[in-house]
C-alpha cells in the first residue's frame, strides 16, 4: 500500500523567509504532484514532476524530486503572505494499464504572517 | 472552458435518504475519479473509472457505488447516507499526467 507522508503538517512563518515542505512516499513513483488548497476551494495544480532530479520552479515556489530517495520538496522563497494556503503533495499509482489515481498526503497548512 | 463540472455544490441529507453526485467533464479524458476530503486526512480515492464502461474501487469505497454513464459522465451514488459520509466531494478526470479537479461537493448528513 502506497503511503505519502508530508511534514510539517502545519507551518506559521515569518514574510521574507525560506522553508521547505518535505513530501515522502513508500513504493516506486515516477509521478510526483503538488497542489495548494486555499479554504473552500479546489485543488489548483502547482507542479507535476516525471523523473529522477526533476526541478520545476514558478515564481517563489521551487519542487524537486528525487525518486531514488523517494522525496520530493516544496522549497518557498522569501514568503508572502499570499502564499497562505494549504499545500499537498500526491503520488501517482499509474501502472502502465492506465491511470489508478493518485494518493495524497495529508497536507501542510502554511501561514504566512507579515 | 467548462474542465470538469460538479453538482450540486452543496447538499444536506438525513442519515438514510439516498443521492447521486453528478460529474461531467468536456476534455475527452478516458479517466474519471471521485476522491473524499475530511479534515486533515487529505483526499482519499473513493473510486475510479480508467475508461468509458470499467469502474474500480480505491481506498475508501464503502458505503458508495458509481456509474460511468459514458466518456463524459461519472456519477457518485450514495444509497443510504451516513453521518461518516459528511464530506466535500471531488471529481477528477486526468489525460496522461494531467489532472484536473471539479469545484467539489460539500455534503453533511445530519
Known amino acids: 500500500e502506497l503511503k505519502v507522508e508530508q511534514n510539517p503538517l502545519f507551518l506559521s512563518m515569518q514574510e521574507g523567509k525560506n522553508y521547505t515542505i518535505y513530501c515522502n512516499y513508500s513504493?516506486?513513483?515516477?509521478?510526483l504532484y503538488w497542489y495548494r488548497q486555499d479554504p473552500g476551494k479546489s485543488l489548483e495544480s502547482l507542479f507535476v514532476l516525471l523523473s529522477n532530479g526533476a526541478v520545476k520552479q514558478e515564481g517563489r515556489l521551487m519542487a524537486s524530486l528525487d525518486t531514488k530517495a523517494r522525496l520530493s520538496t516544496l522549497h518557498i522563497t522569501a514568503a508572502v503572505h499570499d502564499l497562505s494556503a494549504t499545500y499537498f503533495c500526491?503520488?501517482?499509482?499509474?501502472?502502465?494499464?492506465?491511470?489508478?489515481?493518485?494518493?495524497f498526503g495529508k497536507g501542510t497548512h502554511l501561514i504566512i504572517q507579515p | 472552458n467548462a474542465g470538469v463540472t460538479q453538482t450540486p455544490k452543496f447538499q444536506v441529507l438525513k442519515t438514510g435518504q439516498s443521492m447521486t453526485l453528478q460529474c461531467a467533464q468536456d476534455m475527452n479524458h478516458n479517466s474519471m475519479y471521485w476522491y473524499r476530503q475530511d479534515p486533515g486526512m487529505g483526499l482519499r480515492l473513493i473510486y475510479y473509472s480508467a475508461s468509458e464502461g470499467t469502474t474500480d474501487k480505491g481506498e475508501v469505497p464503502n458505503g458508495y457505488n458509481v456509474s460511468r454513464l459514458n466518456k463524459r459522465e461519472f456519477s457518485l451514488r450514495l444509497e443510504s447516507a451516513a453521518p461518516s459520509q459528511t464530506s466535500v466531494y471531488f471529481c477528477?478526470?486526468?489525460?496522461?499526467?494531467?489532472?484536473?479537479f471539479g469545484q467539489g461537493t460539500r455534503l453533511t448528513v445530519v
Open positions: 513504493t516506486t513513483s515516477d509521478r
Open positions: 477528477a478526470s486526468s489525460h496522461r499526467v494531467f489532472v484536473f
Open positions: 500526491a503520488v501517482d499509482t499509474y501502472s502502465g494499464g492506465g491511470a489508478d489515481g493518485l494518493t
